[in-house]
């Protein structure tokens, strides 16, 4: 199998929804396999903020992190990976750093 190896670094805020990830899987099926997208704080990669399970699609793999997932996120740089799964093997492909900002909520002063 095959993945695209590469995502843009980003920045958000805190309480964004992303726009979809789409992850092609190419050279074989992807029949049998499941994919998580991890988000992780740069300073600790070993341990996962969010983990998120992927729909599977036609070719691929797709997930958004909705405003609920990423609400709890606090200022700094994140880690973003996908992670292939496939029986007792796991892959972990597709990384690129997320730049987290936090924004006054507004309301009575």
Do not use: W
Request: with cysteine.
């Amino acid at each position: 199998m095959k993945l695209y190896e590469k995502i843009p670094d980003m920045e958000i805020l805190s309480g964004d929804t992303l726009p979809d990830f789409h992850v092609q899987v190419t050279g074989s099926s992807s029949t049998g396999c499941t994919m998580e997208c991890i988000l992780s704080k740069a300073a600790t990669p070993t341990v996962a903020v969010i983990a998120k399970e992927c729909t599977a699609e036609s070719g691929g793999f797709t997930v958004q992190l909705t405003s609920e997932d990423t609400s709890s996120l606090l200022e700094g740089t994140y880690l973003l990976h996908f992670r292939l799964i496939k029986g007792e093997f796991s892959y972990r492909k597709l990384i690129g750093r997320v730049y987290v900002h936090s924004v006054a909520m507004g309301g009575n002063e």
